[in-house]
């Protein structure tokens, strides 16, 4: 078994930034794609931003490309998503994801492990 375990959230006023990480462990997920999602009060969860095994490859949802980076650790037992530019929009709970094939479908069932997520308020 995986265990994904978020942590970084918090509150923020609009502009400002936040970095939520995520730590991997237990058996291998070797060639697995990391990512994160996101649920909004209200709302479905949505795919926000994802990363190869090899980190070389990045992919971002549009209302979040420029200013979240996500990124992971040489050792792939880290995963980071790095938020800037912060907007009330944002708000919602970060989960952490892995798996072999979303990061090409972002469907979030393809998503073999989640994480038990992190709340993030960006106030106006």
């Known amino acids: 078994q995986v265990q994904l375990v978020e942590s970084g959230g918090g509150l923020v006023q609009a502009g400002g930034s936040l970095r939520l990480a995520c730590s991997v462990s237990?058996?291998?997920?070797?060639?697995?794609?990391m990512g994160w999602y996101r649920r909004a009060p209200g709302k479905e969860r949505e795919f926000v931003a994802a990363?190869?095994?090899?980190?070389?490859?990045?992919y971002y949802t549009d209302s979040v490309k420029g200013r979240f980076t996500i990124s992971r650790d040489n050792a792939k037992t880290m995963v980071y998503l790095q938020m800037n530019s912060l907007k009330p929009e944002d708000t919602a709970a970060y989960y952490c994801?892995?798996?072999?094939?979303?990061?090409?479908?972002?469907?979030?069932?393809?998503?073999?492990?989640w994480g038990q997520g992190t709340q993030v308020t960006v106030s106006s």
């Open positions: 994801a892995a798996g072999r094939y979303f990061i090409g479908t972002r469907n979030q069932r393809d998503v073999s492990y």
């Open positions: 237990g058996r291998t997920v070797s060639g697995y794609g």
């Open positions: 990363i190869s095994w090899s980190g070389d490859n990045t």
